[in-house]
């Protein structure tokens, strides 16, 4: 039998995906309160929440390839997925806001202004806001179903962002950013290739 004749339906509800990608954050929470966030806890925490969003962004985006290809149906916990990657992204922004910045918000215009790999971040979170503004049932109805899939597809650029940001924001080139990159460059160019 062919691999993408598969089928493969995982029948548990919602509620542990979400339960499950909040453990990384609980994670965090603990290594606050015991002062395991080493010599600098702001950097380290921002990094960390940013990393578990591109992760879930990822996630997110391979779902579909995952279908397709493999007979993997995960597309009932999408919009879980999207959700908890969306929640890591407003943690990595607050910490970036609150603790590295300390609500200095001409310093942070400037941030914005002036490097590129934080203006290239604060745009994919910009994309991301609509996405999770529209992300319950309602909203479908409300915008309806072609321009909800439509306005969706914002999240294409904003896991590239995302990536981008995290490639520009370690200077040194290390191999991780990069991986997340090429992952993220291979399952956009595979709903490109899909459509040829």
Do not use: C
């Not at 606050?32 to 990094?47: M, N, R, S, V, W």
């Not at 890591?88 to 400037?110: C, E, K, N, R, S």
């Not at 439509?150 to 040194?172: D, E």
């Amino acid at each position: 039998m062919a691999i993408a004749n598969l089928r493969i339906q995982p029948r548990f509800p919602t509620w542990p995906v979400y339960l499950a990608g909040l453990i990384p954050a609980l994670f965090y929470v603990y290594q606050i309160f015991y002062g395991d966030l080493g010599a600098d806890p702001a950097k380290t925490l921002e990094h960390a929440m940013g990393e578990w969003a591109l992760r879930f962004l990822i996630l997110g985006l391979a779902i579909t390839p995952l279908r397709r290809e493999l007979g993997i149906g995960l597309l009932k916990y999408r919009r879980a997925v999207g959700l908890i990657a969306f929640l890591y992204v407003v943690l990595h922004l607050t910490v970036y806001l609150l603790l590295d910045q300390g609500l200095d918000w001409p310093a942070i215009w400037a941030d914005i202004v002036k490097r590129p790999y934080i203006t290239i971040g604060m745009a994919g979170f910009v994309l991301l806001l609509p996405l999770a503004a529209t992300s319950f049932n309602a909203a479908i109805r409300w915008v309806g179903g072609r321009n909800w899939n439509r306005l969706h597809k914002l999240v294409y650029p904003a896991v590239l962002a995302g990536a981008v940001h995290y490639v520009m924001l370690v200077k040194s080139w290390p191999l991780e950013p990069l991986v997340y990159l090429a992952i993220v460059v291979a399952l956009l160019g595979w709903r490109v290739w899909r459509r040829t």
